[in-house]
């Protein structure tokens, strides 16, 4: 990860001092484990940023409550960086990415902070001037079971600019009560399998969390093991791509609670 391209060196003083005072939408920040994905389990600082891209909330979403930017209040950079204690850091949202300022907050969390940055987008959006200040891109493309579609073309520039140089991992929350959310998988394995084993992008599969019934751990569990299942048929069709079935850890340890 390139550091030394900071604002400071880019830009004059004057030009730093007012990034330092632009403003974003932020819903909450905390700090616990990563709980999904690749980096299950590492500490980190979240940032969570009000405002998300796509026409409704997903069905299963669990941070409805960022879905529309007027939810957020309204802190400067100077403000958001004085609240980031740990190098570990993810921006997530609603959908971060629909905030251009971002590309400062990553910018100036490098310089002060040479903070190590996640940002989990939900694929909609790229922004190629941030590409050079992130060190790992999580990209949720929406299934059909969500209520919201995706864009693949989207995920193809990702992975084509951002995974030689950033790690990059694709998360999808699979639905297996039917099999189209499975279909729909496939179709894209099938359709970016060069790339993805090129590029050794992580492929995440998450069960989901049927959010209109009340959380029970052993029905989680019974619907990780079907998903394990439909991560072992995709590993025997494409055995060189980084397949992985994941739970989301912080729903095991506190229920549907983001974080302790
Ligand atoms: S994209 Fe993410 S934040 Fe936006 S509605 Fe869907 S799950 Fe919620």
Known sequence: MPRGDSIMVNSSAQAYQDALNYVLPISEIFESIQGEGVRTGAQHTFIRIAGCSMPQPCKWCDTKFAFKEDAGRQLTLREIVSLVHLRDVVITGGEPLVHPRVRELCMILKDLNEADITIETNGTIYRDAIRNY??????????SSSGNTFDPRVIQTYLERCSYWFKVQIKFVIDTRTDADEKEVDSFLSAFQS????????????????????????EYVEVYRDLIEVGSSATAKYPKVRIQCLPQMHKILWGRKPHC
């Open 195 to 218: 790339l993805l084993e090129l590029s050794g992008a992580y492929v995440v599969f998450q069960p989901m969390d049927d959010i209109e019934k009340k959380f029970a751990l052993d």
């Open 134 to 143: 992130v060190d790992f891109f999580s990209i949720s493309p929406k299934l």
